[in-house]
């Protein structure tokens, strides 16, 4: 990090007055939630301060978009990493009738190179009755799915599974500092790199489906 203090969202990161440490903080359950999750599988120390403040033992700590800058892309394994992170914190969204409307390199935190964490709170949003999430604003971004990509008026609707073509669209940049949105050639560059036949490769085929309600993350 570059300023002892960042903002993704509503999510404050602050430096501790020790270089080795980071306070993260959050009034969203759901990402303190997904925070200590991934802290914890990732053997990351840390201490939970109070119900919305995490502290971090480590000064590995950058924005995805950064990360991306210095490194160009990920590694396979880190792309799986990824992946796993997202759609997992993903899932646990849809289960409380929530989900993300889209997701950026710049939402997201990373860990000790391996620790992948969505901090965006102003990116979730409720899935409505007609399994919609309403969409108020839009940033000009190509990682976008193709329903958000269409809306010319606001304020208006997307199925809440849209944005698991975008979380494709990420993860395929992250391993090849690419953006590709065209599903076929998307899949034959994973096959031509030698990824077809793997976890990544199926769960990426599934979050690309031309119709968004088909679109499924799932991880086998």
């Given at each position: 990090?570059?300023?002892?203090?960042?903002n993704i969202g509503q999510t404050s990161i602050i430096k501790g007055e020790d270089d080795g440490c980071f306070l993260i903080s959050s009034e969203n359950e759901y990402i303190i939630g997904n925070l200590i999750n991934n802290?914890?599988?990732?053997?990351?120390?840390?201490?939970?301060?109070?119900?919305?403040?995490?502290?971090?033992?480590?000064?590995?700590?950058?924005?995805?978009?950064?990360y991306m800058k210095k490194n160009v892309c990920l590694a396979f394994n880190q792309s799986e990493k990824l992946i796993k992170s997202l759609g997992f914190f993903m899932d646990e969204l849809e289960r409380n009738r929530m989900?993300?409307?889209?997701?950026?390199?710049?939402?997201?935190?990373?860990?000790?190179?391996?620790?992948?964490?969505?901090?965006?709170?102003?990116?979730?949003?409720?899935?409505?009755?007609?399994?919609?999430?309403?969409?108020?604003?839009?940033?000009?971004?190509?990682?976008?799915?193709?329903?958000?990509?269409?809306?010319?008026?606001?304020?208006?609707?997307?199925?809440?599974?849209?944005?698991?073509?975008?979380?494709?669209?990420?993860?395929?940049?992250?391993?090849?500092?690419?953006?590709?949105?065209?599903?076929?050639?998307?899949?034959?560059?994973?096959?031509?790199?030698?990824?077809?036949?793997?976890?990544?490769?199926?769960?990426?085929?599934?979050?690309?489906?031309?119709?968004?309600?088909?679109?499924?993350?799932?991880?086998?």
């Amino acid at each position: 990090m570059c300023c002892n203090t960042m903002n993704i969202g509503q999510t404050s990161i602050i430096k501790g007055e020790d270089d080795g440490c980071f306070l993260i903080s959050s009034e969203n359950e759901y990402i303190i939630g997904n925070l200590i999750n991934n802290l914890s599988s990732c053997n990351t120390p840390f201490e939970i301060i109070n119900y919305n403040t995490i502290n971090v033992d480590t000064s590995n700590v950058m924005r995805l978009d950064e990360y991306m800058k210095k490194n160009v892309c990920l590694a396979f394994n880190q792309s799986e990493k990824l992946i796993k992170s997202l759609g997992f914190f993903m899932d646990e969204l849809e289960r409380n009738r929530m989900q993300l409307v889209s997701i950026y390199l710049e939402d997201i935190l990373v860990i000790n190179d391996y620790c992948f964490i969505v901090l965006n709170d102003e990116k979730i949003g409720d899935i409505t009755s007609g399994n919609t999430i309403n969409v108020d604003w839009i940033d000009e971004n190509e990682l976008n799915s193709s329903e958000l990509k269409k809306i010319v008026l606001l304020p208006d609707e997307v199925h809440y599974k849209a944005v698991y073509q975008n979380l494709a669209y990420l993860v395929f940049y992250s391993l090849f500092g690419d953006i590709m949105t065209d599903s076929k050639l998307l899949l034959h560059n994973l096959v031509c790199n030698g990824h077809d036949k793997t976890n990544l490769y199926y769960c990426i085929n599934r979050c690309i489906h031309p119709d968004p309600s088909k679109r499924e993350f799932i991880w086998v």
